[in-house]
């Protein structure tokens, strides 16, 4: 048997069993939620009462496995983004970067951009590495209907991703992209603190071309 709990902004099914075993759910948090999740989770959190310290996350270290990527961690935001390819119009756009943790051993980012004020492209996924080693994992899910995995290796603060096989899982309906059958990244932080991003991209017609270019700066806590 399972109940259903809403923390800190996400449903969470956890066993009966569990529960009873650590004396139940004293209370439930959801941050800084919008009004439409508190509301929804006041009403359906099965009398569970909200924390007293509602609104504090908790912090927590980030895991020993993910340390030499902390350098991607904090939201940042783009002070240079431009896109082109093949037979296509170039295109200048704006995107907000957040790379955040939660204690495991993996970095949580979501990506949003905008053309010309907006809604363009969202982005969401994990980076991971391989413990002992400079291997790094990107996973990434997009919101037109493409999933890729790219792997590298890490080199200081600069990883060069380049795509497995088969690096480009797409649904069987709305998908654009231009075809893409093949996408890779680098990511590098210069020593000004800007954070750069090179997305190469190849398809059926055109072989692995630059994509987009993005120049990022951390935005002040």
């Known amino acids: 048997m399972f109940r259903t709990i809403c923390t800190f902004a996400r449903f969470v099914r956890i066993p009966t069993s569990t529960l009873l ?15 439409f999740t508190r509301g929804f989770c006041d009403k359906n959190h099965g009398g569970i ?16 496995g993910v340390r030499p990527l902390t350098w991607l961690l904090g939201q940042w935001e783009s ?11 170039s295109f200048n ?15 949580n980012f979501y990506s949003e951009t905008w053309l010309e004020g907006l809604p363009f492209h ?28 790219e792997e590298g290796e890490l080199d200081g603060t600069s990883i060069e991703f380049i795509p497995e ?12 992209a231009l075809g ?12 000004e603190g800007i954070l750069e991003q090179i997305v190469y991209m190849s398809t059926l017609k055109v072989p692995m071309t630059k994509h987009l270019y993005v120049k990022y700066k951390k935005k002040e806590a």
């Open 122 to 149: 969202d982005e969401t996924g994990f980076i991971k590495m391989k413990q002992g080693t400079s291997r790094v994992a990107y996973i990434c899910a997009q919101n037109i209907g493409l999933v890729e995995i």
């Open 79 to 89: 002070i240079e983004a431009k896109g082109s390819y093949p037979n296509t119009n």
């Open 93 to 107: 756009y704006t995107e907000t970067l957040k790379v955040t943790h939660l204690g495991q051993p993996v970095l």
């Open 165 to 176: 096989e088969p690096s480009v899982l797409r649904t069987s309906f709305g998908t654009k």
């Open 21 to 35: 075993r650590q004396g139940g759910v004293k209370c439930w948090s959801i941050g800084g939620a919008s009004s």
């Open 49 to 64: 009462p909200p924390c007293k310290n509602q609104g504090q996350a908790k912090m927590v270290e980030v895991h020993e």
């Open 180 to 191: 893409a059958t093949a996408l890779k990244r680098t990511f590098r932080l210069d020593s």
